[in-house]
């Protein structure tokens, strides 16, 4: 991002310090230091700030925030944070639970606010305090980074070009370490702190990018879990769930926390009359007929995104977004109302898990 010469940084509250990825928002934060100082922290746990680090971080992530904040101060009364430091942003990386308070209490005062997800238990809370926000007229980005990704902006103009003809169906497959990799006692495994697994946590993406890239919403939810993979988990390590959107297209998801080391491995697909799309890391393939051979021709598209420290590009992307979006007065590409509609398919999934019936979404 270009500088800025001569203007005024603003000032940026860290609220959350034992969360998974404050360190990459932190450092993503640190790419803008022309037009941004992060000028104390915030946790209730006294002990986290001493450590400046998360018991446990995302291994592609820095352990610890950086010493070079070792002399900042460390609040843990929220009002204190804000009266007494004159913040214009506030880094949103608290447990789910604690979460909704916060970004309420932080809109109420002025703060714009950077929200990493999945940020409430429910889309009851999360409805409700981005209402606050939006009443209290701040700017909030929330992480959902697909809606920042080359390959899916591309698929999704693909999709509104009529590319695909008539969606027929779809996929996600989204595997990622397992619950021993990530350490069981982490907070992201904690039902009370978090609320649910891997569908919350991760799945929660493709519950947001799935419906942005088809353009419809989802009518629909059916969805089965299961806790597999490791003794006396309380959260579900794998789910699979069906979506039905209101153009008709049928979607499955299947998520689970399954490779036995660090890392990810993503998949998406849709299927229409005319083509295909299919999303993986950076690259787009496009299936579409070849006449030539009666046949099906790949065409593949490489959207080479260059390494951003922290939380990568997409995260650099969604900062520079609501940086943009806090001077234009407009709303960054994903909102905290987009969030919400995620959490509404999250907890329809979880409700269809409880019943085992299908839920239907109404939407107003």
């Given at each position: 991002m270009t500088g800025h010469a001569g203007q005024v940084p603003l000032r940026v509250g860290v609220v959350g310090l034992d969360h998974y990825h404050v360190t990459g928002w932190v450092e993503t934060l640190e790419l803008f230091s022309d037009r941004l100082e992060i000028v104390a922290l915030y946790d209730p746990d006294p002990a986290a700030g001493v450590r400046l680090a998360p018991r446990f971080v995302d291994p592609s992530l820095r352990p610890g925030i950086g010493e070079r904040y070792r002399g900042l101060p460390v609040e843990t009364d929220l009002a204190a944070l804000i009266d007494r430091h004159a913040l214009d942003l506030a880094l949103v990386t608290l447990p789910n639970r604690d979460a909704p308070a916060a970004i309420a209490q932080l809109a109420r005062s002025g703060v714009h606010l950077l929200v990493d997800k999945p940020a409430a238990l429910d889309a009851a809370a999360a409805r409700e305090a981005f209402a606050t926000a939006r009443e209290a007229g701040v700017r909030v980005v929330t992480g959902l980074?697909?809606?920042?990704?080359?390959?899916?902006?591309?698929?999704?103009?693909?999709?509104?070009?009529?590319?695909?003809?008539?969606?027929?169906?779809?996929?996600?497959?989204?595997?990622?370490?397992?619950?021993?990799?990530?350490?069981p006692d982490n907070p992201i495994f904690d039902p009370v702190g978090a609320g649910g697994g891997i569908l919350s946590w991760l799945g929660i993406h493709d519950l947001d990018g799935l419906p942005w890239l088809v353009g419809e919403p989802v009518v629909e939810v059916m969805a089965?879990?299961?806790?597999?993979?490791?003794?006396g988990l309380q959260v579900e390590d794998v789910i699979s769930v069906a979506l039905r959107f209101a153009g008709g297209a049928i979607f499955t998801l299947s998520h689970a926390y399954a490779l036995p080391a660090r890392g990810y491995r993503t998949l998406v697909?849709?299927?229409?009359?005319?083509?295909?799309l299919e999303i993986s890391g950076e690259d787009l393939v496009t299936l579409v007929p070849d006449p030539a051979c009666d046949g099906l021709r790949e065409v593949r598209s490489v959207y080479p995104v260059a390494p951003a420290p922290g939380y990568g590009a997409s995260g650099r992307d969604a900062v520079a977004d609501l940086l943009a979006a806090i001077g234009e007065g407009r709303d960054p590409a994903a909102t905290g109302e987009d969030l919400v509609r995620a959490l509404t398919l999250v907890d329809a999934a979880y409700a269809s898990v409880r019943s085992g019936q299908t839920i239907r979404i109404m939407h107003n």
């Open positions: 980074t697909r809606r920042y990704a080359p390959a899916w902006q591309a698929a999704r103009a693909a999709v509104a070009e009529g590319v695909l003809g008539t969606l027929i169906t779809g996929s996600a497959v989204f595997a990622a370490s397992t619950v021993a990799v990530r350490g089965m879990a299961g806790r597999v993979g490791h003794p697909a849709l299927r229409g009359t005319a083509a295909s």
